[in-house]
């Protein structure tokens, strides 16, 4: 059925400036882009015709997200800005009274440099609340987490524990705090009880219903082992997906999909890349440093030595998939850059996930080795409040320095990591252009010379995306033969104020032709 879309502005993002009032569609496949003109005049042609006010632009695509996470997120308790430990076990406390004695307990979300009481929360704060009920709590990194003694007992973690390889167990005279710090909580994260499916495919509807809702019609999504839950929803999907599993996982999935590999499947599903690990967080000082953190002997963590990492590198090319490395620290993207010199080449487009800390000798590989830098400006509306405190003024220079980065000729591709933070494009835009929080502080912005216009901010979301997930030539523009993925706008990006960003408002969003959200 041949259809024609009429708006007040329609901008390609192709070329600066380059506009159009409709967009003729065809079986999900943008046909032309013309003047309502032409169409109102050979209306014969079509079988639809529907004209919007507000301005049209590409369909977002976040590059790095959890998209069941999302879901799940919305069930859990949430402790994102929270002030104080007390405030944080008061909403703990709401969550047991109407859970069931013995059922896990989950929030996410919490930041120790906002709690007034300046420290890490312990499982003797939890066992105040209850300690019957099994409780774990995710920092807003998802690198570390508390839990309390119901929960250390259940996944066996004593005072006999040791450490395991790339992670920490806290422990205060020998007893653990029920801090646990990188590989030590994501192995604490695989002990609690599964979800079932049916929870976990209702997460991924509500998810997709949100993603719709801001205007995102593509994810690069990193839900690893999930594979089976996205089949169970693949005739209702609303959203594109490039699905990444981790390293770890690689080989179960491919046991039950042999022709799972990079690049594979259709226009709703297509097998992505691999993501490895090579650091922590710098919320909670594991990224991998070069050099101590400031008023610290500690460098972070390594989640594997050079040989382990490199032989991972190596092993996920020889497979035949496109690899993404999780690199904050400026020692875990040196490591990580020199495994992709040694083994991969631009053509496979290698990614660099995070890139919060780096080097000018860094960013000068990445651009040398056509590496890609995948970026959550969104981060800076918690990482502001103590990065330069972390990591000293002399780093920043070459901290979250996008402007910098896409100056030297590094391919720059925007996420938000949801649900570390929030999958809104318009925030992340915000974030970008401004480099403020959503209150738009401080005066000016933090560190402004790495600010990027809205063309930039635009492509970083949309055809820069694209670029990652080799489909420049179907996605991120709205030119003849790519996909009819676009959102409606209440106002024109690139006339209004810079401070007037965060007012955008999503209209419509519109996958295949389809309209899959409406205001």
């Known amino acids: 059925m041949k259809s024609a879309i009429l708006a007040d502005k329609i901008y390609s993002l192709d070329k600066p400036n380059e506009l159009f009032e409709a967009l003729i569609i065809e079986n999900e496949t943008i046909l032309d882009l ?15 015709i529907v004209e919007y006010n507000g301005t049209i632009i590409p369909g977002f ?11 799940s997120r919305l069930e859990q308790i949430e402790l994102k800005g929270i002030k104080s430990i007390r405030e944080m076990l008061t909403k703990v406390e709401e969550k047991v009274s109407s859970t069931d004695e013995g059922e896990w307990v989950i929030g996410v979300g919490w930041d120790q440099e906002l709690f007034n009481e300046k420290r890490y929360p312990t499982k003797w704060d939890l066992d105040y609340i209850s300690p019957n009920h099994p409780i774990i709590l995710a920092r807003a990194c998802h690198h570390i987490g508390v839990l309390n003694s119901k929960a250390l007992d259940l996944i066996k973690i004593n005072k ?35 979800p079932t499916k049916e929870d976990q495919s209702r997460w991924l509807q509500n998810a997709q219903d949100y993603l719709n809702s801001v205007g995102i019609t593509t994810i690069h999504t990193l839900d690893s082992s999930k594979y089976d839950i996205y089949q169970s929803i693949k005739d209702t999907l609303k959203v594109r997906v490039y699905f990444t599993p981790n390293y770890e996982d690689l ?35 594991t990224a991998a440093m070069r050099e101590p953190y400031e008023n610290s002997n500690s460098t972070g963590i390594l989640i594997y030595s050079k040989e382990e990492l490199h032989k991972r590198i190596k092993d996920i090319d020889e497979k035949g998939w496109q690899l993404e490395t999780h690199a904050i620290g400026d020692k875990g993207a040196e490591l990580t850059i020199n495994g992709y010199e040694k083994y991969l080449n631009r053509e496979k487009r290698p990614i660099l996930t995070h890139c919060q800390i780096l080097g000018d000798d860094l960013i000068q590989k990445m ?26 003024k002399k780093r920043m220079k070459y901290s979250y320095a996008w402007k910098t980065l896409m100056e030297r000729g590094v391919w720059c591709s925007g996420g938000s990591d949801a ?37 930039e901010a ?62």
């Open 61 to 71: 695509i976040d590059s790095h997200l959890h998209a069941i996470g999302i879901g």
């Open 34 to 48: 013309t003047s309502k003109n032409h169409v109102l005049s050979n209306k014969s042609e079509f079988q639809e």
């Open 160 to 194: 006999t524990t040791p450490d395991p390889e790339g992670g920490s167990i806290d422990k205060e005279n020998g007893d653990p705090t029920g801090i646990l710090r990188e590989n030590a909580w994501s192995e604490a994260v695989r002990k609690v009880p599964e």
């Open 458 to 519: 635009l492509r970083l979301f949309t055809y820069y995306a694209a670029y990652a997930e080799f489909q420049e030539h179907r996605k991120g523009l709205l030119k003849p033969g790519y996909l009819a993925d676009f959102v409606l706008l209440d106002k024109d990006p690139f006339t209004i104020s810079p401070e007037e960003i965060l007012n955008l408002k999503v209209l419509g969003t519109f996958v295949g032709g389809k309209r899959v959200f409406s205001c």
């Open 367 to 392: 651009s040398d080795l056509g590496i890609i830098a995948s970026i959550q400006p969104i981060f800076i509306e918690s990482d502001m409040n103590w990065a330069e405190k972390f990591v000293g």
């Open 419 to 455: 649900p570390i933070e929030k999958p809104d494009p318009i925030l992340s835009l915000h974030a970008t252009v401004n480099r403020q929080k959503m209150d738009k502080i401080p005066e000016g912005g933090w560190y402004p010379e790495e600010r990027l216009s809205i063309w």
């Open 251 to 285: 080989d179960e999935l491919l046991k039950n999909n042999p022709k799972a590999k990079t690049g594979n499947g259709d226009d709703y599903f297509r097998w992505g890349r691999v993501k490895l690990y090579s650091d922590g967080s710098l919320g909670a000082q």
